[in-house]
């Protein structure tokens, strides 16, 4: 008979605040820099390659440190890497809001990005040790996927609210307090934890996952941006490469940095690859439905930005809910129905056009998605052996990462690729050359090409291409409500054959 799993107590909750407050912060650093681009670039004039990588590199820094964070967390300790990382990140917000030139806020986001890095594998792995009991631990990875959600809720508000105050290096200041809080209290309230034998960390293993997943994450965004050109293909290509070697040199290693045999299970790897695929399909929806609300439905970025808050607010609502219902109906059950909520979403957005019944259909899928991602998170860790927790937290992130970016990336393209396939029949009189390339390429070329055309020629212009827009959207919208369905018979037929207490173990 198996030994009940020992609950947690009022110290592991106090204690889950406490991880909540990074993760928040964390979430919030990914998107309140958007808001002061416009007094940055202003007061700093940086060119247009120096603004990207300002706004990009804290995010390929995470994705390309988490397996090295994830794999230091189960080997020195997942609370002293947490805070290890919090000091850098607090110090690196000071020397980000007062950096001078553009290289220096670079290089400031880049370094904030390592020690973001820490935050998410060793906050999740910390949790698995801390509440052992499954229906708890449920809990607090709702709450914590929750705090992701409210920094990405707030994250605007503060942004803006301190950028309309004082100026846009106080965005990175709003996290020092965040930080010092967590080095005060957490050596208090946060248990240590580390595999007891974990042996050496593999440099050359860790050199070889860093530039595996910056090489494909930027040749995804790249591809998604300027489409599949030669950089795009030579940084997918080096990226397959090395992940190839990646995966032959754990195999060979006595203590490798990623334990493949955690693959073998079958409720970690299917959790892991439940949780790419469907955040592949809830990122790819977000951009599409801002792009739906600002091109087709001619709504300003601020407007769009609030209606797309009633999906964010149903998803931190109901996230905590998650571990009631799954003891109710059962975490299979549940992510099954989560599953098939979500491609309901899907279904209402490939058939309507009105504003409402866009912003309710992003309210279905949040809904939907929510139990999906807490429990997948909690199948994964919960399979892993706790010594591997660290690397297995890891590996939730990057699939998070990978899923997001590919989201954007190939239902973006898609989109691209169906309209431009519309437009390429259409009649557009009045339009010549460079013109005429822009409006058939996207809907938001063909908003500009319209300007220069007499009012009722533009009217028709826009027409069309928001008609071509509108039918890739629905088909795209379609094809997602599909591949939901079928993912939901493969999680029932394989997760609910999959022994949960052996899987772990």
Known sequence: MQTPAPRAGRREWIGLA?????????????????????????????????????????????AGFLM????????????????????????????AAFAQTPTQLIIARAALGIAGATLAPSTLSLITSMF????????????????????????????????????????????????????????????????????????????????????????????AEYGLDLKAAAALALGTVLVTLFIRRQGQLANPL????????????????????????????????????????????????????????AFAMVSPLTATLAAQLGAVRLMAGGLLVSAIGFTLMAVTVSLEGMVAANVILSVGFTPVMALTTGFIVGAAPVEKAGVASAISETAAEFGGALGIAVLGSLLTLIYRTRMATAELPGLRGDLERTARSTLAGAAEASTALPAESG???????????????????????????????????????????????
């Open 18 to 62: 406490v991880i909540a407050l990074p993760c928040t912060l964390y979430s919030m650093d990914l998107t309140v820099l958007n808001l002061a681009v416009p007094s940055l670039a202003r007061d700093m004039t940086p060119t247009a390659s120096e603004l990207l990588w300002i706004i990009d590199i804290y995010g390929f820094m995470v």
């Open 68 to 95: 090295v964070m994830g794999a230091l967390g189960d080997r020195l300790g997942r609370r002293r890497i947490l805070l290890i990382g919090a000091a850098a990140f607090g110090v690196m917000s000071v020397v």
């Open 132 to 223: 052992r009991d499954e229906r708890q631990r449920t809990f607090a990875i709702s709450i914590w996927i929750t705090s992701f959600s409210v920094g990405a809720i707030i994250g605007p508000v503060v942004g803006g609210v301190l950028i309309e105050w004082f100026w846009w290096g106080a965005v990175f200041l709003a996290g020092v307090p965040v930080m010092l809080l967590l080095l005060v209290l957490g050596p208090f309230l946060l248990p240590e934890y580390k595999d007891p034998s974990p042996g050496r960390i593999d440099l050359a293993s860790a050199a070889l996952s860093l530039v595996a997943v910056l090489s494909l994450i930027w040749g995804i965004k790249h591809g």
């Open 258 to 313: 990623i334990d493949l045999s955690l693959f073998r299970i079958p409720r970690f790897s299917l959790s892991v690859g439940i949780n790419l695929i469907a955040i592949f399909f809830m990122f790819g929806s977000f951009i599409l439905f801002a792009q739906y609300l600002q091109l087709v439905l001619g709504l300003s970025p601020l407007l769009a930005g609030l209606w797309s808050l009633p999906g964010a607010v």
């Open 459 to 505: 009217a028709m212009l826009l027409t069309l291409g928001r008609s071509a827009f509108t039918d890739a959207f629905h088909l795209i919208a379609a094809l997602a409500a599909a591949a939901l369905i079928g993912l939901t018979a493969v999680t029932v037929r394989v997760l609910s054959g999959a022994n949960p207490a052996q899987a772990g173990h």
